[in-house]
């Protein structure tokens, strides 16, 4: 299985609207809604910041958005702060009951 | 409230083993999965087990080298990973699936280094 590809980084700077794609096959990213995101800061574990596509857990910012379409899923992060610079992957279930992980972005507040 | 609580940091030499533990505080029956990260990489799925611990699912990259198990008994996972090269040193999460990893170990460092 491998991994879904994600842009190596995006920066934007604050105030400003960023979108990471995640693209996968139409056998994990296309087939479930089982789709979610985490933020990951240098030394930490990652954190959900959004789950089955679009819905955003418990005390995270509305600024965090998903989406999806076809073999594609997207995050957007609208009104970028400072605290946004971190790394983001997204995640998927498969069709063999294994999950994968996007490459990775590195989101760089300018 | 959940919490993976993961077991310190190792060192090993290639070719050995290392069995890596996560207690869950606050039990339930749940999947758990393991992830693995090496360092500046990102991060790389490695398997599950199923909330009583009867069945397992592994990553193709793993297959012959990865044993997960559960104590239920003591509310314990462990990832054991045989075959070492220093390829395998990373950092290795436990996180709980709900559908998606809404909870995660801090993670423990294995150093793979003759």
């Known amino acids: 299985q491998s991994a879904a590809t994600q842009p190596a980084s995006v920066s934007g700077s604050p105030g400003q609207s960023i979108t990471i794609s995640c693209t996968g096959t139409s056998s994990d990213v296309g087939a479930y809604k089982y789709v979610s995101w985490y933020q990951q800061y240098p030394g930490k574990a990652p954190k959900l910041i959004i789950y089955e596509v679009s819905n955003r857990p418990s005390g995270v910012s509305d600024r965090f958005s998903g989406s999806k379409s076809g073999n594609t899923a997207s995050l957007t992060i609208s009104e970028l702060q400072a605290e946004d610079e971190a790394d983001y992957y997204c995640?998927?279930?498969?069709?063999?009951?294994?999950?994968?992980f996007g490459t990775g972005t590195k989101v760089t507040v300018l | 409230q959940v919490q993976l609580v993961q077991s310190g940091a190792e060192v090993r030499k290639p070719g050995a083993s290392v069995k890596v533990s996560c207690k869950s505080v606050g039990y339930n029956p749940y999947y758990m999965h393991w992830v693995r990260q090496a360092p500046g990489q990102g991060l790389e799925w490695m398997g599950w087990i199923s909330p009583h611990g009867g069945e397992t699912k592994y990553a193709q990259n793993f297959q012959g080298r990865l044993t997960l198990a559960r104590d239920t008994s003591i509310t314990t996972d462990y990832m054991e990973l045989s075959g070492l090269t220093s390829d395998d040193t990373a950092v290795y999460y436990c996180?709980?699936?709900?559908?998606?990893?809404?909870?995660w170990g801090r993670g423990t460092l294995v150093t793979v280094s003759s």
């Open positions: 995640s998927s279930h498969t069709s063999t009951h294994t999950r994968v």
């Open positions: 996180a709980k699936e709900n559908l998606y990893y809404d909870l």
